[in-house]
T-cell receptor, first 112, second 112 residues
Framework: DAKTTQPPSMDCAEGRAANLPCNHS???????VYWYRQIHSQGPQYIIH???NNETNEMASLIITEDRKSSTLILPHATLRDTAVYYC?????????????FGTGTRLTVIP | EPEVTQTPSHQVTQMGQEVILRCVPI?????FYWYRQILGQKVEFLVS????????KSEIFDDQFSVERPDGSNFTLKIRSTKLEDSAMYFC??????????FGPGTRLLVL
């Protein structure tokens, strides 16, 4: 069942930061926020995940609000190759279903 | 960087035929998954596999589907009698634990 809400589409100028929001107001204390993306019909690509602290890796940053009801994925300098559908997924790690539920995501278009 | 690989990349089959889709998960991973994506639709979970048995499956994963880990490296999805509606991209994924799942590039199955 969908536990996240994302805008269906966004545009971003090449070289600018892309900020992709996600609402997960019913998130439980043991659920992590995961971000994946899918370029064309390729396999989903893992980007980043977090529990309550902000996280950064070589691909992106994840900002989670203090109440954990929403988060933002930040691509600091978007390139044309970042054009993809981005999925925000909440899931427990230790218990419960281990499958990923993909919603419809946000289609990010990076414009030259 | 280790990757999940899948073969074949494309498969065309006649309705009613059996197909086997193959995956080589990342070598030290213990959890294995199959997902599918019908053209233009969401990525859907099919089945997860751990410790040589199915740990979870979705409603899609009916008696026509089976999974197997025939040796220490391969993970297969068999569809016994394909139907037109089985046409989709099939993605294999693996994870070391119940955490991050890494996806392969997919097999595009077309049932005629």
């Amino acid at each position: 069942d969908a536990k996240t809400t994302q805008p269906p589409s966004m545009d971003c100028a090449e070289g600018r930061a892309a900020n992709l929001p996600c609402n997960h107001s019913t998130i439980s204390g043991n659920e992590y926020v995961y971000w994946y993306r899918q370029i064309h019909s390729q396999g989903p690509q893992y980007i980043i995940h977090g529990l309550k602290n902000n996280e950064t890796n070589e691909m992106a940053s994840l900002i989670i609000t203090e109440d954990r009801k929403s988060s933002t994925l930040i691509l600091p300098h978007a390139t044309l190759r970042d054009t993809a559908v981005y999925y925000c997924i909440v899931r427990p790690l230790e218990t419960g279903a281990n499958n990923l539920f993909f919603g419809t995501g946000t289609r990010l278009t990076v414009i030259p | 960087e280790p990757e999940v690989t899948q073969t074949p990349s494309h498969q065309v089959t006649q309705m009613g035929q059996e197909v086997i889709l193959r995956c080589v998960p990342i070598s030290n991973h213990l959890y294995f998954y199959w997902y599918r994506q019908i053209l233009g639709q969401k990525v859907e979970f099919l089945v997860s596999f751990y410790n040589n048995e199915i740990s979870e499956k979705s409603e899609i994963f009916d008696d026509q589907f089976s999974v197997e880990r025939p040796d220490g490296s391969n993970f297969t999805l068999k569809i016994r009698s394909t139907k037109l509606e089985d046409s989709a991209m099939y993605f294999c994924a693996s994870s070391r634990d119940r955490g991050t799942q890494y996806f392969g590039p997919g097999t595009r199955l077309l049932v005629l």
